[in-house]
């Protein structure tokens, strides 16, 4: 045995010699190949980096190991490691050390910074336990900036987003709407690949990329949705488009230059039908708020005031003016959200006053009335009974029911209409109140109106042709030699 792993270790060591000389692991090396005009079978996602990246990490296979490599987005066997079920993977200074359960040294000499160790199973059956999670096909380790181990799970694209799917969306949607989310989570993965190639991989396990858990997150309506459209991008002219999403647009999408800065023709704003309102209020404190500018480093002083600035002609906010007695800040798009939070401002579309509920005036009464309790909702069409001012019990539907505005008398209509309008008064004191509708960013396909035509028998091509603008559903191996 003590002869077996010798011979084992020089093995693995001369493996990694073969590995520095076909492979070359850097900044400007991605698994998404143009050269050979691939769409690369495998992903590397980062699981633990920076301040995450440990000095040692626990890996298992109840089936062993292969040392294995990268050879053109395709993972390699280099070398059977299949008598060990357990692995212990140590930065030790400037070098990465395997080691075995009984604490024996398989290898400390690699001559790369970049060690690819796969289960030695079979293509589609490859799990690999890193830490307490458990991963499919394989693992790589890298010696971090930072002077740990950053540890990628290297994957095939289509088992990652079998781990993808219901960490963005619910298992329970119906299927057309997961296959929606399965063909825009894919060519968001193709679009997004690289983003974090400085760190070593392509793309992270949270939502700055796309939530990522591997095979604890997996379904069977998820596996589902994603293998009954195996392979399949939205494209716009012939090249792959990203597909952004969010959970829902509160009655109307983005266009990305509202957003974020650039123009991209097939991220049209969209007068969603679909849509449920998801209405939300919340509220912060001026002295939270100036907290938060403070560690955005913007330092406006104590702040006096808050009012919208600037609207869109689909009603969400463009410019936000906080005046201060130093100075003014202005945020624009999503560094609204970014800089006073996602927890505070839930989407873009949203009015503020000085009170809990800053008005919602409806435009030509073209709205329908949700009341909320805590645990379910009351729809329109639902009889209803209200108090009147001689404190007498009325029923009625809240499509009998009419808003008075302080001017006039607006009849709330049963109508899916979902344009409104918001106010914009400048509002002073302590705190900030906003009310809103949708969540999320707003560019591209809302995850909630996915759901809902599902519902009505729309199917995913359907749905994604509502959302992006202009686009296809193909097959990625037709977009082969394709620059995005």
Same mark, same amino acid.
């Given at each position: 045995?003590?002869?077996?792993?010798?011979?084992?270790?020089?093995?693995?060591?001369?493996?990694? !010699?073969?590995? *520095?000389?076909?492979? $070359?692991?850097?900044?400007?090396?991605?698994?998404?190949? +143009?050269?050979? /005009?691939? %769409? #690369?079978?495998?992903?590397?996602?980062?699981?633990?980096?920076?301040?995450?990246?440990?000095?040692?990490?626990?890996?298992?296979?109840?089936?062993?190991?292969?040392?294995?490599?990268?050879?053109?987005?395709?993972?390699?066997?280099?070398?059977?490691?299949?008598?060990?079920?357990?692995?212990?993977?140590?930065?030790?200074?400037?070098?990465?050390?395997?080691?075995?359960?009984?604490?024996?040294?398989?290898?400390?000499?690699?001559?790369?910074?970049?060690?690819?160790?796969?289960?030695?199973?079979?293509?589609?059956?490859?799990?690999?336990?890193?830490?307490?999670?458990?991963?499919?096909?394989?693992?790589?380790?890298? !010696?971090?900036? *930072?002077?740990?181990? $950053?540890?990628?799970?290297?994957?095939?694209?289509?088992? +990652?987003?079998? /781990?993808? %799917? #219901?960490?963005?969306?619910?298992?329970?949607?119906?299927?057309?709407?997961?296959?929606?989310?399965?063909?825009?989570?894919?060519?968001?993965?193709?679009?997004?690949?690289?983003?974090?190639?400085?760190?070593?991989?392509?793309?992270?396990?949270?939502?700055?990329?796309?939530?990522?858990?591997?095979?604890?997150?997996?379904?069977?309506?998820?596996?589902?949705?994603?293998?009954?459209?195996?392979?399949?991008?939205?494209?716009?002219?012939?090249?792959?488009?990203?597909?952004?999403?969010?959970?829902?647009?509160?009655?109307?999408?983005?266009?990305?230059?509202?957003?974020?800065?650039?123009?991209?023709?097939?991220?049209?704003?969209?007068?969603?039908?679909?849509?449920?309102?998801?209405?939300?209020?919340?509220?912060?404190?001026?002295?939270?708020?100036?907290?938060?500018?403070?560690?955005?480093?913007?330092?406006?002083?104590?702040?006096?005031?808050?009012?919208?600035?600037?609207?869109?002609?689909?009603?969400?906010?463009?410019?936000?003016?906080?005046?201060?007695?130093?100075?003014?800040?202005?945020?624009?798009?999503?560094?609204?959200?970014?800089?006073?939070?996602?927890?505070?401002?839930?989407?873009?579309?949203?009015?503020?006053?000085?009170?809990?509920?800053?008005?919602?005036?409806?435009?030509?009464?073209?709205?329908?009335?949700?009341?909320?309790?805590?645990?379910?909702?009351?729809?329109?069409?639902?009889?209803?009974?209200?108090?009147?001012?001689?404190?007498?019990?009325?029923?009625?539907?809240?499509?009998?029911?009419?808003?008075?505005?302080?001017?006039?008398?607006?009849?709330?209509?049963?109508?899916?209409?979902?344009?409104?309008?918001?106010?914009?008064?400048?509002?002073?004191?302590?705190?900030?109140?906003?009310?809103?509708?949708?969540?999320?960013?707003?560019?591209?396909?809302?995850?909630?109106?996915?759901?809902?035509?599902?519902?009505?028998?729309?199917?995913?091509?359907?749905?994604?042709?509502?959302?992006?603008?202009?686009?296809?559903?193909?097959?990625?191996?037709?977009?082969?030699?394709?620059?995005?």
């Amino acid at each position: 045995m003590i002869f077996q792993k010798a011979r084992n270790a020089i093995a693995i060591a001369m493996a990694a !010699l073969f590995i *520095s000389s076909v492979t $070359t692991w850097g900044e400007s090396t991605s698994i998404y190949s +143009y050269a050979e /005009g691939n %769409l #690369s079978n495998y992903v590397r996602i980062g699981l633990l980096y920076g301040d995450q990246s440990p000095q040692n990490i626990r890996i298992e296979s109840e089936s062993g190991f292969q040392l294995a490599q990268d050879s053109q987005g395709e993972l390699t066997a280099l070398r059977s490691l299949q008598e060990y079920t357990l692995l212990y993977v140590t930065r030790e200074g400037g070098r990465i050390v395997v080691r075995d359960d009984a604490d024996t040294v398989l290898s400390n000499d690699f001559p790369s910074d970049y060690v690819l160790i796969s289960a030695a199973q079979s293509e589609q059956d490859r799990m690999i336990s890193i830490e307490n999670g458990l991963y499919r096909d394989g693992v790589c380790f890298r !010696l971090d900036a *930072s002077g740990g181990l $950053t540890v990628i799970n290297y994957i095939q694209l289509e088992h +990652y987003l079998y /781990g993808v %799917l #219901s960490k963005e969306m619910a298992p329970n949607y119906p299927l057309e709407a997961l296959k929606a989310q399965a063909v825009s989570a894919r060519s968001f993965t193709y679009g997004a690949l690289e983003k974090h190639v400085k760190q070593g991989f392509d793309l992270c396990n949270k939502t700055c990329c796309q939530v990522y858990s591997g095979i604890a997150a997996e379904f069977e309506s998820t596996t589902q949705a994603c293998s009954e459209t195996e392979g399949q991008v939205i494209s716009y002219e012939g090249k792959i488009a990203t597909g952004y999403y969010h959970a829902s647009s509160g009655g109307y999408t983005q266009n990305s230059e509202d957003v974020w800065v650039t123009t991209v023709p097939y991220l049209r704003a969209v007068a969603d039908e679909f849509a449920p309102l998801a209405p939300w209020h919340t509220n912060i404190s001026f002295q939270e708020l100036q907290r938060r500018l403070k560690a955005s480093s913007y330092d406006p002083g104590v702040i006096r005031s808050v009012k919208v600035e600037q609207r869109y002609d689909n009603g969400s906010v463009g410019l936000l003016r906080i005046e201060g007695s130093k100075d003014s800040v202005v945020l624009s798009k999503e560094n609204i959200r970014t800089v006073i939070g996602g927890d505070v401002i839930r989407s873009v579309r949203f009015s503020m006053g000085a009170f809990p509920s800053p008005k919602i005036i409806t435009e030509s009464g073209k709205i329908s009335l949700v009341l909320q309790s805590s645990n379910q909702q009351i729809q329109s069409s639902e009889a209803i009974y209200i108090i009147g001012s001689d404190l007498k019990s009325y029923k009625t539907t809240i499509g009998g029911i009419s808003i008075w505005d302080g001017t006039s008398s607006r009849v709330i209509e049963e109508t899916t209409g979902r344009r409104i309008l918001f106010t914009d008064e400048a509002v002073p004191g302590d705190v900030v109140h906003f009310q809103g509708l949708g969540h999320g960013h707003g560019v591209g396909m809302p995850q909630t109106s996915a759901r809902e035509m599902a519902y009505k028998g729309y199917d995913y091509v359907e749905i994604l042709s509502y959302f992006y603008t202009g686009i296809e559903v193909v097959a990625a191996d037709h977009l082969k030699g394709l620059r995005r």
